[in-house]
């Protein structure tokens, strides 16, 4: 275990909390990106997922 015990409820908790903020916030800019356009959303995440991807494959590699 990582996280003393004393401590892991609150670090469980603060954990859960930034995700459903997050989710919220996401969500709400997705719906206003789709009011610019029905297709921007998509758009959007497909270039952060080629982002995501590009740095995820540059570190693998300098691991090897």
Known sequence: DLIPHNIRGRII???SIA???A???IVSIGGLL????P???FYI?????VISGVC????S????
């Open 56 to 59: 995820f494959a540059s570190t």
């Open 23 to 25: 989710t919220t916030i």
């Open 13 to 15: 908790s603060f954990s």
């Open 34 to 37: 789709y009011t610019i356009g």
């Open 19 to 21: 995700g459903y903020a």
């Open 45 to 49: 995440s497909a270039v952060l997922l």
């Open 39 to 41: 297709q921007l959303p």
């Open 61 to 64: 590699r300098s691991r090897s």
